[in-house]
């Protein structure tokens, strides 16, 4: 099965607005087997959005549309799909009950001035939307099948996952598929090549291995087509059994969408520990990072954003002339933040960094990209000193996964 | 002058690396008065390509060309835009010099088998390419530019601006263009037109208003064509202070790429003030977006992630009674933890926050989303209840903002 994606907005095409909803659509119909073959994104004009309907109509089995579904005058979709099907306007009672359910959960008051949006064309199947107020629209025809949807992110995925996906898998006998993805962290692609050789090299040939690159690691992702499901699970879950202690400790958990710092986490949880940081140069990064993801407060104590040296003596109590000595970049100074601030806070494990995030602040002995970390429990502390490139940001977000894994291998493993 | 982007790679395509390139080349075109017509992405397949780019040249006038431009086998650009072009390919000298600078800075050893990627395409003009090994392309038929560059963002960011721009300004005839925008922050697109209809109901022909809204509030950018640039730029001066008294605390400054929390920071740094943070809820993330941009350090302290009621009581100092009484998320307890971070650290300003981020922890009186925010001087404490929707990522973006935005009414205006 062939698809196109059509993201309809001039927002897009002016640069204001990233369009993150392609890639979300790509990554799900990828794992369902279904091939992507362009993504289109045009402005908001009937002529454009009607030779955009042509070409895929043309060249692809199944067009997923979002944008342009909202209330105001810009928002077009609905017209020009309901011109372009041929297809007469109905008032929609379900789309309007759908406003009266929403309107009462938010408390606002709901007025007959929103009636005209609940007028859909009458060849559409009307995919509810219980995000917002524009309901999906399902067009078929010769086989070929048109989604239109709206570009807010939430409410797009919520139509993808509940009405979409469903009909295609149930409809459209999409060939049985696996995925097994193994996450690894701190290894490139061609050394990771060289580990799993011996498995690589004897898949069968209805079994593929794809290497996904993320920042500070791949994922492995195993694909498994050509046979029932069950059987490819059981196969799937073999070959991974064969690969994991090739990966060493490089490997951290299974999963497609699991981030690094979610793994550390379930880690954590797992073992019933808890984290605090002490941050100079990611500025409090590792802590928004691990609080980001629901449920943080179970594993999560707090952090010390000691950007100034006060913060780092009078607080997690490094000694002054550690600082004078060997430079607030050091070693010995983390290990003294990471366990000063296990004095302060009943946490099982502290993480400790300080270094240079440029782009100024470098010297000859500590260039811009030097960091110092420190992973402390209440009996043991670790220490390593790093180098990372590029940019401020890029320093931040390295360091962080660094820092964490640190404390993985260090105290997570078995 | 309208354009055409084309995104090349099957990683786009299976939704495993965001695709920030065109967005960023869309604001800057949009800028210049070039007008982005489609963006498209497609695989790294010859057939693909050429079927793209027969299209492009039909209807644009410019083509900017993304990605496939590395030395790997998968990189076709390069092959497939010498044969659209009909082009001989040479070895090129001064991409090889390119290599050995590159190589020696890195103090990487280069060998000749980095040769064959010199060869390039005769037809082409070749822009060297400072950040990365593959030099941009620039062919012209007709009339008609394409422009291929490597897909790897800062690589592409320098081609555009030091090789494409200047070649587009001074070959092509831009018509002259000159903007304002005016950041706004906490007031919505509605209001905004009714404050400065006085102003926008006026605008003469050649000017335009546009209304850019972003997380928070919304930019106002003013453009203007068809005359000179000093003429344009003394009538957009003109208008702007007229616009400025009618925004009211509104406005925060002007700047079309500037973020809330660099405006806010800029007005610390004018002043010459510092701040730090005690974060809750928040988890760091205010602590974070004011530490991503360089020079933090002149206006940022540091902050006490209190995730646990501990910190807050031993560190920040609130007392347990006020927790008790009334609540981890009550306005007392903000306006403790402010006045208690101050008293640890040397910063003029101090922004505490406390809220229920979600999804779970709400109750009927403190619902998911509510948030308590204090900002404290030496000599004054303002706090304030908010309730910020949907998701937890949200409402900690959100929160932040309405922090700095507290901060900035407070005690930064005038």
Chains 1, 2 share one sequence.
């Not at 794992?31 to 109509?57: C, H, M, N, T, W």
């Not at 694909?223 to 490089?250: A, H, Q, V, W, Y």
């Amino acid at each position: 099965m062939k698809a196109y994606l059509i993201i309809i907005g001039d927002e897009i095409l002016i640069g204001q607005v990233q369009d993150t909803n392609s890639s979300w659509i790509a990554r799900l119909l990828n794992l369902s087997g279904i091939e992507i073959k362009q993504v289109k994104a045009i402005s908001d004009e009937p002529e454009a959005i009607v030779a955009a309907f042509k070409v895929a109509e043309a060249e692809a089995d199944l067009v997923l549309i979002t944008g342009g579904l909202g209330p105001t005058k810009d928002d077009l979709t609905k017209h020009v799909m309901a011109q372009y099907f041929e297809s007469d306007m109905a008032y929609h009672e379900e789309t309007w009950q759908n406003l009266v359910e929403l309107f009462a959960r938010f408390n606002r008051p709901l007025t007959d001035k929103y009636k005209p949006q609940c007028f859909m064309p009458t060849k559409a199947t009307i995919l509810r939307n219980k995000m917002g107020t524009a309901p999906g629209m399902w067009f078929e025809r010769n086989g070929k099948v048109f989604v239109s949807m709206p570009g807010v992110p939430y409410e797009m995925q919520y139509l993808m996952e509940n009405e979409v996906m469903p009909r295609l898998k149930t409809g459209f006998n999409l060939s049985p598929i696996a995925h097994r993805t193994l996450l690894n962290f701190g290894i490139g692609e061609t050394q990771l090549q060289e580990m799993i050789a011996e498995v690589e090299d004897k898949l069968p040939a209805h079994i593929k291995l794809a290497y996904l690159p993320y920042q500070g690691g791949v994922r492995l992702r195993l694909t498994g087509r050509g046979k029932t499901e069950e059987i490819l699970s059981e196969e799937l879950d073999k070959l991974s059994e064969e690969l994991i202690p090739l990966l060493g400790d490089s490997f951290v958990c299974f999963g497609n969408q699991i981030s690094f710092e979610e793994a550390v986490s379930n880690l954590l949880r797992a073992k019933g520990k808890t984290l605090a940081t002490a941050e100079s140069c990611t500025g409090g990064f590792i802590s928004h990072l691990i609080t980001l993801h629901p449920g943080a407060s179970e594993i999560f104590q707090g952090s010390v954003v000691s950007y100034s040296n006060e913060l780092k003596i009078n607080v997690l109590g490094v000694k002054p002339e550690s600082i004078e000595q060997e430079g607030v970049v050091s070693e010995t100074v983390v290990a003294q933040m990471a366990q000063g601030l296990l004095n302060i806070i009943q946490a099982d494990y502290a993480i400790a960094v300080s270094g240079i995030a440029g782009p100024s602040g470098g010297t000859p002995t500590k260039p811009v990209g030097m960091v110092c970390v420190a992973v402390a429990s209440r009996d043991k502390v670790v220490t390593k000193t790093m180098h990372f490139g590029r940019s401020r940001e890029q320093f931040i977000r390295f360091t962080t996964y660094a820092a964490l894994n640190l404390l993985r291998k260090t105290f997570l493993l078995d």
